[in-house]
């Protein structure tokens, strides 16, 4: 007669030291958990409720400038620091860690951010041409950069006037970067509504593509060169892939006013918009509505946003001349982790990801709170959509062939007899 019987060793599970974790063991057969999807549910509820409940992304703001921060720049070497300009010509070097202000320069000139806050009048270069600038960008690895106005023109570091010159109509150009996988590769856009890339190997530009409204700015997704999105004035975005322009791949929508700037996170899958709205947004990269909507009473309507270079912190600049630093993820824990409660993090992600179509948790997921200016706006912009599409509907349907015209309904008059 064979007898089966469990037997195990003693060393597999007790613990050398009482500081040591106590070890389980657990059948994980689905048979023996039948009800493993309430629970999972109820935790996948639990965390999307605490989400929201420790959503806190605003940290804190950079104050210093005396007018509208316009424009912001960030060096992919300096982690901590990021760079700031304001309508007065004043431009800021600032530690992200510290929000203290490392030095400051009053004109726009080539400076060695290393330097210390005295020696900042001293410049490595000066650049003078007959054009004014409207907008600076730097290849991602070379010594070349660009500059947009009246045209646009290409410098090098050793040169005092531009090597090449780009021109396409007479309009001005307002934005300005280049390609982050192909240095030679460039996208501009001007006040005309056109979208122009460049190639600086050829004496002409490439492509021109004209919008219904002008762009504002553009930014190249770092982890797929080959698409960029567009920051639009009729409160959209457009992500286009550059070897088909017939078409844009996503319609990103839902500011309520125009999109002054816009730039992608370091890997790729998401990224921020800051608008005429007051509103700071944050879009997947695929998605054609916002998973996330920063503001304050006081931020008023912003002009830059900038990601930091580890992907963790937004940076926004407003016309209330003040810097707002915030998290990436609104409710993430900053700081250093322990294992376990990274491993924990994980597993509640994994299973609001997983219940994430169901009512309940969809709805906690989705909801954000809105400035009742901006939600007012919003539904007035929905109701407007909806009308402009049955009247596209109803025009279809009455030019396609063979269908006959409506006649428009006419109340007859009864005429009594006397």
């Known amino acids: 007669m064979k007898v089966k019987v469990i037997s195990r060793s ?47 992304p605003f940290i804190g703001a950079m104050d210093g400038h005396i007018d509208a921060v316009s424009c912001m720049a ?128 050829m004496s002409s530009p490439v492509r021109k593509l004209i919008m219904r409204t002008k762009t504002n700015a553009i930014c190249w997704n770092p982890m797929e060169p080959m698409n960029f999105t567009a920051a639009n004035e009729d409160c959209s975005c457009y992500s286009y892939d550059t070897r088909k322009l017939d078409e844009a791949k996503v319609v990103h929508k839902d500011h309520v006013s125009a999109v002054m700037d816009i730039d992608y996170s370091p890997t790729g899958r998401e990224f921020v918009t800051g608008s005429y709205d007051r509103t700071v947004r944050i879009f997947p990269y695929n998605g054609d509505h916002s998973r996330e909507i920063y503001h304050t009473k006081r931020m008023q309507r912003v002009f830059c946003v900038r990601y930091s270079c580890d992907g963790s912190y937004l940076i926004s600049g407003s016309d209330d001349t003040n810097l707002r630093l915030w998290k990436a993820k609104s409710s993430e824990q900053m700081g250093v982790l322990l294992p376990r409660e990274r491993k924990k993090q994980e597993y509640l992600d994994a299973v609001k990801e997983r219940y ?38 109803k025009r279809k349907a009455h030019s396609a062939p063979g269908s006959m015209p409506v006649q428009p309904f006419r109340k007859r008059r009864i005429i009594k007899e006397e």
């Open 74 to 201: 960030k060096n992919p070497n300096h982690l901590k620091g990021i760079f700031s300009g304001s309508m007065d010509g004043d431009i800021r070097l600032w530690d992200i860690a510290t929000s203290i202000r490392l030095w400051k320069v009053p004109l726009l000139k080539m400076m060695d951010s290393s330097e210390s806050d005295e020696n900042y009048s001293k410049p490595l270069a000066v650049y003078v041409w007959k054009h004014a600038f409207w907008a600076v960008d730097h290849q991602w690895d070379g010594p070349l950069f660009a500059t947009a106005g009246s045209q646009v023109d290409i410098w090098d570091h050793n040169r005092s006037e531009p090597i090449n010159t780009f021109e396409w109509g007479k309009d001005t150009v307002i934005s300005v970067r280049f390609n982050p996988g192909e240095p030679d590769v460039l996208a501009t856009s001007a006040s005309d509504r056109s979208i122009t890339l460049y190639d600086l190997r």
């Open 356 to 393: 994430k179509h169901l009512p309940e948790v969809k709805r906690i997921v989705r909801h954000r709170h809105l400035p009742k200016p901006i939600y007012k706006a919003a539904t007035l912009r929905r109701t407007m959509i909806e009308a402009e599409n049955k009247r596209d509907q």
């Open 10 to 56: 003693a060393e597999e599970f007790t613990r050398e030291r009482s500081q040591d974790l106590q070890k389980v063991f657990r059948n994980y057969d689905p048979k023996l958990r039948t009800h493993e999807k309430a629970v999972e549910y109820t935790r996948a509820l639990t965390a999307a409720k605490l989400e929201k409940i420790f959503a806190r």
